[in-house]
């Protein structure tokens, strides 16, 4: 039997999903071979981390890479990766759960009277492993989660109503409405709570017939809680829909009469309306634009603030509120980086939203250990070459083209690469040791290279991974030919492609399969990327003894957003020193990481090499702005008396020359395959399933692709390489959540 040749170009989450579950059967190498070509020296693309041996091996990131506890499929996928790994017990980060801590504490900030307030919030932790959860849950199950988080909000504005003397009795007079509340009462009158002081009025009100039926918002919502928790209950039944319907209005027109008035007032009043508002407005829109019945596809006609405006939410305090730019942050939802113009779908975002918050196990977020590339890169390639799996690094993707097979069908015929360096051993080994943990460096092992082009490399400052890099034209000048390339041919050299390159890398790179098959060319055209950038400091001063004093019941330190632009989101990430390799005595006490779209509308031509320089500047100008101009709102001991930064709060490297601030570190994510991948509206119509090519023998994968979830995610990503897994050997057959977009009748029930 002639085994089935698998190329792989890309080396991120998606591509390396697919090649795990591709080799999880143990005779896997009976049936198939598998090759993967990587651009430069490492794995990881969005997700690629690199250890800076110049500076105490210090990780250098593309963001924060901060996984949320909601990622299922990412989490059980890693799980059984360091389970097959089984590195010995003394290694660091032998397991993924010393690799990965769960986190609770997250703070958003809020900008109120010409000043920034922060938000701290403290997420339950929820017993159990993210591995072991599921998305796979009905939109009746989210109304049901969602309403038990507003009964919470709503009790406690109650509360403090009642303390400010504000009327809490809640009057139903129309006939109509109170069949709806008689309904839902002959539902629950056996297990009805009569521990409320407002429950024996509303039991009597019903059963003589009043005229009028007396309730309180907590105790409406306690016994609507108790209706929707009924395994009987499903949207189906339109009395059902009614009942929430009507008791959420009512909420609402409470709301409105007698807590508005008293928000400004109140920073806690304000947040609990917020979060009650929007839970309101999701509910609402759940069932009026019947997302229980076709699916969260339905609504991503709309921007996700249009879909909350439409459905009720409170423009004043709610639609622009810190949880939804946090979320627009989240997903760097500003296309060209234009903080002015968000776009987000509206399916995608409540999706999101609610998983994010509903699902998650042990924490909300998980906070990585060391950098991505060392917690999922390094060990993915390790099982992967431990499995058979080969690997070729320093090879460019730069074209494709299209033919057809012995039986007429539509193939990728031809996979052209570039050989970018010539090696100076047989097989490069990309890992480097830092204190015991494999990592993959933040440029090539140049010892591994031929020397003269390893020279040239670092005289010339040359960049492997960059689009718009110069070495084409240095090593044509020095040797006097191109670099060399080379031609995978369908039937002989490879088999099945799987594309694992960005979406934005597609004009660049698939213009023959583009102009052939026109829904490729849509899927090119409307999912849209954003170029995004980052920093991160290392300080020799605590959060505390910045200023950044909230504290918490979880004592951790803060995952921020919400903040101002150009950098909007920090995480606190001082858990990464002891992974660095600082020495003993003279070492960071914390560091900072920083995060958010980058402005950029146009990209030249690859010959335009001054760019990515020109790019990296105008990052290091935010950079500098962020803390000349705005960091004294989180970290106001950082400024003297004249409100000057201090920039000697930085921690300085007594073995470098540089200054202090060129020390820290910077990128501008502009690359095709690293810009984010977004969601604006409209766009999941476009997206092709695994194999949705005209193509029979490509498979596309990345969180660009037709998934659960349509997101620049990890999530998506895994999503995306499991589907492409199976779609070629029928392994992992269940993808937990894959359905959401769906109807239901496609759905898990």
């Known amino acids: 039997m002639q085994k089935e040749k698998i190329t792989i170009v890309g080396g991120g989450v998606a591509a390396m999903t697919a090649a795990v579950y591709l080799t999880e059967q143990a005779d896997w190498q009976q049936k198939r071979e598998i090759t993967v070509y990587q651009q430069g020296w490492r794995l990881g693309g969005k997700g690629a981390s690199g250890r800076n041996s ?15 506890g909601a990622y299922v499929n990412s989490f059980r996928t890693l799980q059984g990766v360091y389970n097959s790994l089984n590195r010995p017990a003394t290694r660091p980060l032998a397991t993924w759960q010393e690799a990965f801590k769960p986190h609770s504490f997250i703070a958003l900030q809020e900008y109120i009277d010409n000043e920034w307030q922060t938000w701290p919030i403290d997420f339950p932790t929820v017993a159990g492993n993210p591995a072991d ?28 109503c009642e303390q400010h003397h504000a009327e809490t009795r809640l009057v139903t007079k129309k006939s109509r409405d109170q069949s709806l509340l008689k309904y ?27 005229g009028e039926i007396i309730s309180s918002p907590r105790s409406l919502l306690t016994h609507l809680l108790q209706f929707s928790s009924q395994q009987t209950t499903h949207t189906d039944t339109q009395a059902d829909r009614l009942v929430i319907w009507y008791i959420v209005r009512k909420l609402k027109r409470w709301f409105k009469a007698q807590v508005i008035d008293l928000l400004d007032d109140s920073p806690e009043l304000r947040r609990l309306f917020i979060s009650a508002d ?15 019945r076709d699916g969260f596809a339905v609504i991503n006609c709309y921007d996700f603030r249009q879909w909350l405006e439409k459905n009720g939410a409170n423009k004043a305090y709610s639609v622009n509120s810190a949880p939804i730019r946090g979320f627009y942050d989240l997903v760097f939802a500003y296309p060209d980086g234009d903080f002015n113009k968000p776009d987000v779908e509206a399916g995608v975002a409540a999706l999101a939203m609610l998983r994010i918050g509903l699902c998650y196990k042990g924490g909300v977020m998980w906070k990585m250990q060391a950098g991505m590339g060392d917690v999922i890169f390094a060990p993915v390639y390790e099982l992967l070459k431990k499995r058979g799996v080969k690997f070729k690094f320093f090879h460019q993707l730069t074209n494709l083209e299209a033919g057809q097979d012995t039986q007429g069908k539509a193939v990728v015929s031809k996979v052209e690469l570039c050989q970018q360096v010539k090696l100076a051993v047989g097989e490069y080994e990309p890992l480097v040791d830092v204190k015991g943990l494999p990592c993959w460096p933040s440029e090539p092992i140049f010892s591994q290279i031929e020397p003269s082009q390893a020279h040239l490399l670092q005289e010339y400052q040359i960049n492997l991974e960059s689009f718009w890099t110069s070495w084409p034209e240095v090593y044509e000048e020095q040797f006097k030919k191109p670099l060399p390339s080379i031609k995978l041919t369908h039937g002989v050299d490879f ?41 991160q400091v ?36 001082a858990n990464l020193i002891d992974k660095e390799d600082w020495p003993k005595h003279n070492a960071p006490v914390n560091i900072a990481y920083f995060c958010s779209a980058l402005s950029c509308n146009s990209y030249p031509a690859a010959t335009n090499h001054q760019f990515p320089i020109k790019m990296k500047e105008a990052v290091k ?37 540089l200054p202090v601030f060129e020390q820290q570190y910077w990128r501008a994510n502009i690359d095709p395959s690293e810009r984010y991948v977004l969601s604006v ?5 476009y997206r092709l399933a695994t194999d949705g090519t005209m193509f029979n023998n490509l498979r596309i994968t990345g969180d660009w692709i037709k998934t659960g979830v349509n997101a620049g995610c990890v999530e998506a990503a895994v999503m995306a390489g499991m589907q492409t897994s199976r779609s070629l050997c029928g392994y992992p057959e269940i993808i937990s959540g894959e359905y959401a977009f769906e109807k239901t009748d496609k759905s898990i029930k």
């Open 133 to 160: 959860g599921s998305l796979d849950i009905t939109v009746w199950d989210f109304v049901t989660m969602t309403l038990a988080w507003l009964k919470k909000w709503t009790e406690d504005i109650e509360e403090i």
């Open 495 to 535: 088999d099945i492609l799987i594309l694992g390159v960005s979406v934005a890398s597609l004009e660049h790179l698939a213009s023959e399969l583009i102009e052939l098959d026109s829904n490729l060319a849509k899927q090119s055209q409307q999912v849209k990327s954003v170029a995004t950038q980052a920093c």
């Open 54 to 68: 110049h500076f105490a091996e210090r990780i250098e990131e593309h963001g924060l890479h901060v996984w949320f």
């Open 278 to 292: 929007l839970a309101i407005a999701m509910l609402t829109g759940l069932i009026k634009d019947k997302v229980y």
């Open 538 to 573: 290392w300080l020799n001063k605590t959060d505390q003894q910045l200023g950044f004093d909230y504290s918490v019941l979880s004592k951790e330190k803060p995952i921020l957003s919400g903040f101002v632009e150009p950098f909007d989101t920090w995480a606190a990430m």
């Open 184 to 210: 839902m009462y002959q539902k629950i009158k056996t297990d009805i709570d009569h521990t409320l002081s407002s429950t024996k009025q509303f039991i009597n009100d019903i059963e003589s017939d009043a």
């Open 621 to 657: 100008a935010n950079m500098k702005n962020l803390f000349n101009l705005d960091m004294s709102a989180l970290w106001p001991n950082a400024y003297d008396s004249n409100n000057q930064f201090d920039w000697q709060v930085f921690f300085n490297d007594p073995s470098s020359i």
């Open 681 to 685: 509206t409209g766009s999941s119509q």
